[in-house]
């Protein structure tokens, strides 16, 4: 059974990463800059360390340092400096990040209701628990 249950988190994953790009190029963004996108509106003004940043999406810093050269260049986040240490480099949104998030909401939450749609409150609170358990022991495992 823990064998079915990995083989169809990883079908849903590549279902989900397929879904979001498509969702995510209408407007000229990848699924993985819509995720940063969000991260760096949640963070506010102050941005976000590109380190965190890195721990979040769980990516490499290479990885984040690729990804936010690009969405820099396409004007969707900028870098500065942290006034409080110089060796911080944060990471924030910029207004057409801002846009392009907003534009992306309708189409986010039209699907989100669709995938969703059958399942209860309580069955959602339950899979997300369960979904956030099963990450805090993958984390686990990786150390």
């Avoid at 079908?11 to 407007?27: C, F, H, P, T």
């Avoid at 690009?70 to 949104?93: H, S, T, W, Y």
Wanted: glycine fraction near 10%; hydrophobic fraction near 35%.
């Amino acid at each position: 059974m823990d064998n079915k249950i990995i083989l169809t988190i990883f079908k849903l994953d590549n279902m989900l990463r397929r879904m979001g790009n498509r969702i995510a190029g209408v407007l000229g963004a990848t699924q993985q800059q819509w995720a940063v996108l969000d991260i760096l509106y949640e963070a506010g003004p102050g941005g976000i360390p590109l380190s965190e940043l890195g721990k979040q999406l769980d990516v490499t810093k290479g990885n984040i340092t690729g990804l936010i050269d690009r969405m820099e260049r396409d004007g969707l986040a900028k870098r500065k400096d942290d006034p409080r240490d110089r060796r911080v480099i944060r990471a924030n949104i910029t207004a057409k990040g801002k846009k392009v998030l907003r534009d992306i909401q309708p189409v986010k939450d039209q699907w989100g209701s669709r995938v969703f749609d059958g399942f209860t409150v309580r069955e959602k609170k339950e899979l997300h628990e369960l979904l956030n358990r099963l990450t805090e022991k993958v984390t686990e495992l990786e150390s």
